[in-house]
């Protein structure tokens, strides 16, 4: 079945550091790939997606290119804020066969002024 | 994009009562998702609730636990009954889109129960 991989947590950066967080996917296909990201008391909300190989997708600085020979996925930010602090989700989408989609377990990143 | 509302926002229970959370949604959707997100971890999956048929529960999770209803398609409530410490947790609810490319989460209900 599907399942995504996230690297362990919690992330602890200073401000304008460089942002990694690994994922990797096991999925039947070319799944779209997804970073949810939930802030502090709020629900999750999708950050960026890629939906074919070699993609990229961006948003709000954040970036990630889906890379179907190492079926991962990695978010990466150039310079973080302290407004980045938030817990972020990899995942893949609905699946029909399994009836549901599929999350990482999520990174807590804290930046630090 | 769909934007959703669920009441309480948070709540503080007694042991053995029950709570029932709404999920409004601002369009029609087909499919609906409850989630558990305890602290520090990922979601799990409870139940998905298409309008019109039963919930379908995942493992671990029954229907006198966690009953659901959906009377139309942009309204569910999830009611957790009997409760106990260990249902102090972070409840959401999720839609999907037609094309299941991407998923939509309310703020999410803050219960604890002592």
Redesign the interface.
């Known amino acids: 079945g599907n399942s995504v991989t996230q690297m362990e947590g919690p992330v602890t950066l200073s401000e304008e550091a460089f942002l990694t967080i690994n994922c990797t996917y096991t999925a039947t296909g070319y799944p779209s790939l997804f970073w949810y990201v939930q802030y502090p008391g709020e629900g999750l909300q999708l950050l960026l997606k890629a939906t074919k190989a070699d993609d990229k997708g961006s948003n709000k600085g954040f970036e990630a290119t889906y890379r179907k020979e190492t079926t991962s996925f990695h978010l990466e930010k150039g310079s973080v804020q302290v407004s980045d602090s938030a817990v972020y989700f990899c995942a893949l989408p609905y699946n029909t066969n399994a009836g549901k989609s599929t999350f990482g377990d999520g990174t807590t990143l804290t930046v630090k002024p | 994009s769909a934007v959703?509302s669920q009441k309480p926002s948070r709540d503080i229970c007694q042991r053995g009562t029950s709570l029932t959370i709404q999920c409004q949604v601002d369009s029609q959707v087909t499919?609906m998702?409850w989630y558990r997100q305890q602290p520090?971890?990922?979601?799990t999956?409870i139940a998905?609730a298409n309008q019109g048929s039963e919930a379908?529960y995942?493992s671990g999770f029954v229907i006198d636990k966690f009953p659901i209803s959906r009377p139309n398609l942009t309204f569910s409530t999830l009611t957790v009954s009997n409760m106990s410490p260990e249902d102090s947790s972070i409840y959401?609810c999720?839609v999907?889109d037609l094309s299941?490319?991407?998923?939509?989460?309310?703020?999410?209900t803050r219960l604890t129960v002592l």
């Open positions: 959703i499919m998702f520090g971890q990922s979601l999956l998905t379908t995942e959401l999720s999907a299941y490319n991407e998923q939509f989460f309310g703020p999410g």
